[in-house]
């Protein structure tokens, strides 16, 4: 009998010692509070990185003179102007190379920059204010945008060009996804379904722009 339970229990030794590890939470870089799921973001803008906080942390550096500017809490706002829809006229302006880019404002470097997603990560380039303002001068959504935590996310398909106004974080999300599923030159089909669902969930999410809104 000793003989048998010393077996099984071996056996079950073997079995979780065979299965992965469950991956460890994230942590808040401030306190080290393990963060849930869904967790806020702060935007590094000296390294140019994201720091994941747990929402103590991410409210302290909401206060004015907080860190002297460094960490900036990144919105939770997703937005849709449905009076302002972009076109190819905008599109060709802005001479965006792929179906998909985000665009944002670094405020340190005070330049336009355009990414776009890929099986490599996000490849950046930086955008021309001049086309900016031909493309984007007269949009809300593009004069609502806070520099660095929020971004213009953009997708062309079909003739068809959708934009929303969504926190840096989202972006990068987008990013993390597709480069698990990207195959070949342009994604494949299962890159496409991802971006499709993606956007689609955008879509649920977004909110139309108030006729007054700030950035």
């Given at each position: 009998?000793?003989?048998?339970?010393?077996?099984?229990?071996?056996?079950?030794?073997?079995?979780?010692?065979?299965?992965?590890?469950?991956?460890r939470p994230e942590r808040c870089e401030f306190c080290g509070l393990d963060l849930p799921p869904g967790h806020r973001h702060l935007v590094d803008t000296e390294e140019r990185a994201l720091t994941?906080?747990?929402?103590?942390?991410?409210?302290?550096?909401?206060?004015?003179?907080?860190?002297?500017?460094?960490?900036?809490?990144v919105p939770a706002?997703?937005?849709?102007?449905?009076?302002?829809?972009?076109?190819?006229?905008?599109?060709?302006?802005l001479g965006i190379p792929v179906g998909t880019a985000f665009l944002f404002r670094n405020a340190a470097l005070d330049r336009l920059l355009a990414c776009?997603?890929?099986?490599?990560?996000?490849?950046?380039?930086?955008?021309?204010?001049?086309?900016?303002?031909?493309?984007l001068g007269e949009s809300r959504l593009a004069a609502a945008l806070e520099p660095d935590v929020e971004a213009l996310l953009l997708r062309r398909d079909g003739g068809l060009v959708e934009c929303f106004l969504v926190p840096i974080d989202v972006c990068y999300e987008l990013v993390g996804r597709l480069r698990l599923c990207w195959h070949g030159f342009d994604g494949g089909a299962e890159a496409r379904a991802e971006l499709d669902a993606f956007f689609a969930r955008l879509a649920v999410r977004a909110r139309p722009l108030p006729a007054e809104v700030t950035a």
């Open positions: 009998m000793s003989t048998r339970r010393f077996s099984h229990a071996g056996t079950a030794l073997l079995h979780r010692l065979r299965e992965p590890a469950p991956p994941c906080a747990c929402t103590a942390c991410g409210l302290l550096f909401q206060q004015p003179g907080a860190s002297d500017g460094r960490y900036r809490s706002r997703c937005l849709v102007d449905p009076d302002g829809p972009l076109d190819e006229r905008s599109w060709s302006v776009y997603p890929g099986p490599a990560g996000a490849t950046e380039s930086e955008l021309d204010e001049e086309a900016w303002q031909r493309a």
